[in-house]
DNA sequence: GTCATAAAACTGACCAGTCAGTCAATTAAA
DNA sequence: TTTAATTGACTGACTGGTCAGTTTTATGAC
């Protein structure tokens, strides 16, 4: 082994927690947290159980990782993004593109987190709650500047930023609940926009 | 025993549904559907858990029959509150008004609701579905009046229908998920209002 | 009133399946 | 040869659902 070179071991073991995530993310997502199993999630891994429980101490531990970090992800696009606008309208604008876009492009993760946010509100001060709740933070900041810029008329911006990730949840959830008014050709990202920005805009 | 008056038995019978369903949503709120047993409900409602499985299938009749029949009252109520109003406007009005009351009055309804959601989403076609989307489309057809009326600006009045019940529901799962901007003298339902109605009044 | 009988309601110990998590044995790398 | 990684059979706790047996109520003959 050299220091620099990695050993054909560390070349194995390197990719493996990325690679049992995408595999929770996938039986997580097909089953949800109560049907998927352990045995599952390690059979899609391609490793047995045991290895898992080298890498992650719980089932628990497993959905969390593999929720969150996608959902990191995705916040840290939406916010390079957001920072790229100078407007708060084009920030909205900017937020919602990349979230709708990350959405339809991981439809197992889209699953996980439409069908078990609800689950989550239960564990307060669960790993996701810090995450949420700074996203929301971040959202709540931004809506706040608009307001003190006379862009946005005045309002309780905290719960103005939770509401728009509702409503992106809302349009994802109203898919999977086989709601109707759903056209192939129904834009979920325009009509978030019109809605919020007709909502919360000045004048 | 009488034509007109109940016997013994029959009295003693007449309430156990509902004893039942609301044992259940009292531990199905506490505890979330996949860690209340159904021992426990038994317990709550002060029955065996035999005699339990004569009135209910299985958990999962248990569980939807307590989380559809308050679901149920809750739109009755809003439907008849909203039928007494001439306008769009406080159609809205009476809707919100009727379904923060009632969720509010309701804890561990509110629980069941805003926690175990999501995961309905999954169950296409499950019993909760047709009466979702009943009251989405019900809600619709109040919308599209209005657009029709010009008194709400063009838009898709189920998207727009559904979005007022995410709203709904996100004020309450913030609380749940211990989210900050909740201020004792924040008003939920004054906030939708607001949100909502500017995003789709006319104009 | 009361006693025998039938019917309905109720009970809770039990069963059978499930599954998160463990660990002694095995394999591969250093 | 040593060390690290991996395996998968196994365990033990849990729980949805059952059912043989018990209790309660209703009925009706006397």
Redesign the pocket.
């Known amino acids: 082994?050299t220091l620099q070179g990695k050993?054909?071991?560390q070349a194995?073991?390197e990719f493996?927690e990325a690679e049992i995530l995408e595999a929770a993310r996938k039986v997580f997502g097909e089953h949800g947290y109560a049907?998927?199993?352990?045995?599952l999630i390690a059979a899609e891994a391609g490793?047995?159980?045991?290895?898992l429980?080298?890498y992650y101490d719980?089932?628990?531990a497993i959905f969390w990782a593999a929720l969150t970090s996608r959902f990191r992800e995705m916040h840290a696009e939406a916010r390079r993004e957001m920072e790229a606008q100078a407007s708060v309208r084009e920030k909205i604008r900017a937020s919602l593109r990349v979230r709708f876009a990350f959405l339809k492009s991981d439809e197992q993760f889209l699953r996980m987190y439409v069908t078990e946010f609800g689950a989550m509100c239960r564990l307060q001060g669960g790993p996701m709650q810090a995450l949420y709740r700074e996203v929301a933070e971040h959202m709540a900041g931004v809506l706040q500047a608009g307001v003190e810029a006379g862009e946005l008329r005045p309002l309780n911006a905290m719960a103005a930023a939770t509401a728009l990730m509702e409503l992106v949840k809302g349009v994802f959830a109203m898919r999977f609940a086989g709601m109707p008014g759903q056209d192939p050709d129904f834009d979920g990202e325009q009509f978030v926009f019109d809605l919020f920005w007709n909502g919360v805009a000045a004048q």
């Open positions: 082994m050993t054909k071991r194995l073991t493996r049907s998927a199993t352990v045995d490793i047995a159980k045991g290895t429980y080298l719980s089932k628990d």
